[in-house]
């Protein structure tokens, strides 16, 4: 007999966590605005609003906490971070950040000004509110393919080489600071972008003279489905593959809440050393000294330590395999969802979910709370509230897609719990026509509004 999938590690600690009853949520989500971030952790049951910063470190991350180093310069855990990056990205110069966003804060306060156009796939949240904050645009060529849930396409985190072109082409390369890759493409569904992409598109920007850095956040996810999906590569390591993919950058974001498996940290790695000289300053200003940047010694060394595991094939299979073991059930129920299944989540389809609400009572967000109502799991709108408004119209922007991703935190729960969360947008979809109504804003903040949004029911 052919054994069955288990993982490749055991449980050492367990945080109990509670399930409440229908009538309680229904208070709980009213009073929160209609906006899951303010629901408040222990009234949710099973958290999947995102796998940021919520995975379960290892046996030896917590060990390495005690070896941290606290001096303020020139600490060893700031070497020790140092060799990581070196070994397994190759680059000569980095910059530790708090997180993802302080790392795209500092760079881009050395690169970005107003009137820039950043060009990449479909840029995170963050990423883009960074840009427009700076009077920059955001320019998504991300391959059709990606905008279509129904299409099977192995790598719908790819580049469209001829959209590419055509702004390499319209702009001059004076106002194109920088490109921007997102591996995995987080906004298009957790998708992989190919090997053969990531070489066409650094030689297209090198042919342009524009340098490109990857927003690596899922880079380890992003290496595991080249080597499972890309055949020249089914033979090599994940650490060899991650090697390849970044001779195609010249620097790299990242937040290490993701696929270094910590709670917090980030960092920017540089190929150019002035580069990274000009964005030191701007790591002082907002960060800390460049040997630490707003990460204590302890956790230096845990996301040294992360880095290893999460290159690691064993828990790359068993991470993947589980969102796919979602991803499978919910196929089956005909539940539509962004194909094939994302690296660290599953992205429901609100528009195919919800067809009879309009896109102007937000699609997503209704849904996001109906499985809040239903089984108290929390998953998070990837739609028009988080697309904000124009930044010079103020219309409201509704995306190609509407999702809501079920994000899954790295080593935290069991397929039991992907059962329970299963069972739950089943149920939500087996009654969708009894949704009849979606929801209006009543406040909103004028940039990255999802996080502080207030909404109510919309009536009659
Ligand atoms: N880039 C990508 C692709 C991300 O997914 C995120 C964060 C960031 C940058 C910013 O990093 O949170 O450390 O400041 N994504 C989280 C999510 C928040 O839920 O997908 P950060």
């Known amino acids: 007999m052919e054994f069955p999938y288990a993982e490749p590690y055991r449980i050492k600690m367990i945080e109990s966590i509670h399930r409440s009853t229908f ?40 060990s390495e906490l005690m070896l941290g180093d606290e001096s303020y310069a020139g600490a060893s855990s700031y ?54 904050f700076r009077k920059a645009t955001a320019i998504d060529c991300t391959i059709n393919e990606a905008f279509d849930t129904t299409i099977e396409h192995p790598f719908k985190g790819n580049i469209d080489l001829e959209k590419l072109e055509k702004v390499f082409k319209t702009y001059p390369k004076e ?18 972008v190919s090997m053969q992409n990531l070489k066409d598109v650094y030689s297209l920007s090198k042919k342009y003279g524009i340098r490109v850095y990857f927003d690596s956040a899922r880079f ?44 917090m940290g980030g960092f920017i790695g540089f190929r150019e050393e002035d580069l990274f000289k000009k964005a030191s300053v701007y790591n002082i200003m907002f960060e800390g000294f460049i040997t630490y940047g707003g990460m204590s010694g302890r956790d ?29 059930k919910l196929n089956e129920a005909n539940v539509p969802i962004q194909k094939p299944y994302g690296g660290h989540a599953i992205f429901i389809d ?39 408004r124009d930044p010079i119209t103020r219309e409201n922007r509704y995306p190609a897609l509407e999702l809501v991703r079920l994000a899954i935190p790295r080593r935290t729960y069991t397929n039991s719990h992907m059962d329970y969360v299963a069972t739950t947008i089943i149920n939500v ?32």
């Open 23 to 62: 009538e309680e949520r229904g208070k709980w989500i009213t009073d929160a605005k209609y906006n899951l971030f303010n629901l408040r952790s222990e009234q949710v049951y099973i958290d999947l609003l995102t796998d940021s910063g919520t995975g379960a470190m290892s046996d030896k991350q917590w």
């Open 79 to 132: 070497y020790k971070m140092k060799n990581a990056i070196k070994e397994i990205f190759g680059f000569d110069y980095f910059l530790p950040t708090h997180q993802g966003r302080a790392a795209e804060n500092v760079l881009f306060s050395a690169l970005i000004k107003e009137g820039d156009i950043i060009p990449g796939n479909s840029h995170f949240d963050t990423t883009k509110g960074h840009i427009e």
């Open 175 to 192: 106002k194109i600071p920088v490109l921007i890759i997102t591996i995995t493409c987080n906004t298009s569904g957790g998708q992989p």
């Open 220 to 263: 380890a996810e992003n290496a595991y489905f080249i080597k499972t999906r890309e055949k020249e590569y089914y033979n090599k390591t994940i650490r060899e593959i991650v090697q390849e993919m970044y001779s195609y950058s010249d620097g790299m974001t990242m937040s290490s809440k993701k696929d270094a498996i910590v709670n």
């Open 300 to 328: 230096m060394n845990a996301l040294a330590q992360g880095l290893y595991e999460a290159t690691e094939f064993d828990y790359l299979e068993s991470r993947v395999s589980q969102v796919a073991y979602l991803g499978k």
């Open 350 to 388: 609100a528009k195919r979910f919800l067809p009879h609400i309009p896109k102007e009572e937000f699609q997503a967000q209704t849904l996001a709370v109906e499985f809040y109502l239903e089984g108290g799991i929390r998953t998070v709108e990837i739609g028009a509230i988080m697309a904000d």
């Open 429 to 460: 979809f087996e009654k969708r026509n009894e949704i009849k109504k979606g929801l209006t804003l009543v406040k909103e903040a004028p940039i990255l509004r999802h996080f502080t949004v207030e909404l109510q029911r919309k009536e009659n």
